[in-house]
């Protein structure tokens, strides 16, 4: 079996029963949406022991979440090898609550150059008001540049593997042994990786899921997941998610626990189907590299076949250098098959120039990474990987023929 299809069987026997509540009246096979924001009690006592039991997913207060959220998160735990998950509003709300919880006034946190762009203006705008110190790292960093960067007040060291522009795939069991030898938390980005990498077997403290992505699949709904497996970590996420007021409402979470049914049989084929594309990419003339983890020479592939049970089909190409990177939008713009969009994990597939993105990355242990061409990120969907490649050989006569 290769690497990257180890990862798919089993998947849809479990995604087919997780979160579906035990006693469901009157029997569906899906629960249904459980909206309410306030909630009764019978008297003082029952109201005080259900507030006592702020941690253990009771419906105290519809802010808070209810039913509907426990059942997602349930779900999303179990994926994720976790024992408990919060839902959140968005993706973005996954990667700012836990900072928010576990970084204070006088702290450093760590990101990796190649982080999602909200989450480090979140680093360079709010947290540093807030007195929060950020230094960027290098993805690919090693283990004594690693060490030489931690401090006494470094409180997080956030990874997400492989970055999702441009697709380095990081030693998270290294960066699990310097962050706990020197106190601090590991925070992981794992929407790339989901069910194909498993955070906690290799020591990540926080996993953090953009559920908007694979398990919504649908492109038609926005919620974000934060998992732990630490009965103290939980306690630290949870109430900073009420005291922000994150909340995530249950019509998006039972949109996300439908898609996930159907994520293990999407993954599946979106992930070949990517595989096929990203392969026929490597033998085009115009491509200078295929940033694909689950492809020998893209960034971090060893750690890719040590660790990943399996690739998402997120990637990127790099065009020579004689392709300007208005050629590439006229090739975008060509595409009938691929639309231009930038929120990824649905069903449909999707390019997007990425040439400023990955270019600020030029002081990486990569040196070329950006010091190619311009670059585009294809996100594939469930179109049949035929159609994907006779519509991107037309895009690529568009690339010569603008830039001739
Ligand atoms: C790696 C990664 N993390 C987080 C997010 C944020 O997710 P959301 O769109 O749900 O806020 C994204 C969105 O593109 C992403 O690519």
Redesign the pocket.
């Known amino acids: 079996m290769m690497p990257e299809d180890r990862g798919w069987s089993g998947l849809s026997a479990k995604l087919v029963r997780l979160g579906r509540p035990a006693d469901a009246e009157p029997g569906f096979v899906n629960p249904p949406v459980a909206r309410g924001s306030t909630v009764l009690y019978e008297n003082m006592d029952a109201m005080r022991a259900r507030s006592a039991q702020r941690y253990e997913h009771a419906l105290i207060y519809g802010a808070m979440g209810g039913p509907t959220q426990s059942l997602l998160e349930e779900a999303i735990a179990a994926i994720e090898g976790g024992r408990h998950t919060q839902v959140v509003s ?6 700012t609550t836990p900072l928010l919880a576990f970084l204070g006034a006088g702290g450093h946190c760590l990101m990796p150059d190649s982080v ?1 762009g ?2 480090r203006r979140f680093c360079d705008t709010l947290l540093r008001r807030l007195g929060v110190e950020t230094t960027y790292y290098d993805p690919l960093i090693e283990r004594s540049d690693l060490r030489a960067l931690m401090r006494p007040t470094t409180q997080v060291l956030f990874a ?1 593997s492989p970055g ?1 522009h441009s697709f380095e795939v990081q030693d998270v069991r290294m960066l699990a042994q310097v962050a706990h030898e020197h106190g601090a938390k590991l925070m992981l ?1 794992n ?2 990786g989901i069910h194909v990498f498993q955070p906690f077997e290799h020591g990540v403290d926080v996993s ?1 899921q ?4 694979y398990p919504s699949g649908h492109a038609d709904s ?3 997941a934060i998992t732990v497996v630490d009965q103290a970590d939980w306690v630290v996420v949870r109430d900073a998610a009420v005291q922000i007021g994150q909340y995530a409402s249950p019509d998006e979470c039972w949109l996300t626990l439908r898609g996930l049914r159907t994520m293990g049989v999407r993954l599946e084929r979106q992930s070949r189907s990517a595989l096929v594309v990203a392969r026929w990419l490597q033998e085009r003339a115009e491509v200078a590299r295929v940033l694909h983890p689950a492809l020998p020479g893209s960034p971090g592939h060893a750690f890719w076949a040590r660790d990943f049970n399996g690739a998402s089909s997120l990637f990127g190409v790099e065009f020579k250098p004689k392709f300007s990177a208005s050629a590439v939008e006229d090739m975008v713009a060509a595409l009938a098959v691929f639309s231009l969009g ?3 994990g649905g069903y449909e597939s999707l390019a997007l120039p990425t040439t400023g993105i990955i270019s600020r990355a030029a002081s990486r242990r990569q040196p070329d990474i950006g010091d190619g061409g311009p670059a585009l990120r294809l996100h594939v969907g469930l179109e049949s990987p035929e159609d994907l490649i006779a519509d991107l050989d037309g895009g690529l006569a568009v690339l010569r023929a603008a830039s001739a």
Do not use: F, Q, R
Request: proline fraction near 4%.
């Open positions: 968005s993706g973005l709300a996954a990667c999602y909200p989450t997400e999702s980005d929407t790339w953090i953009a559920l908007t992505k926005v919620v974000g930038a929120s990824w």
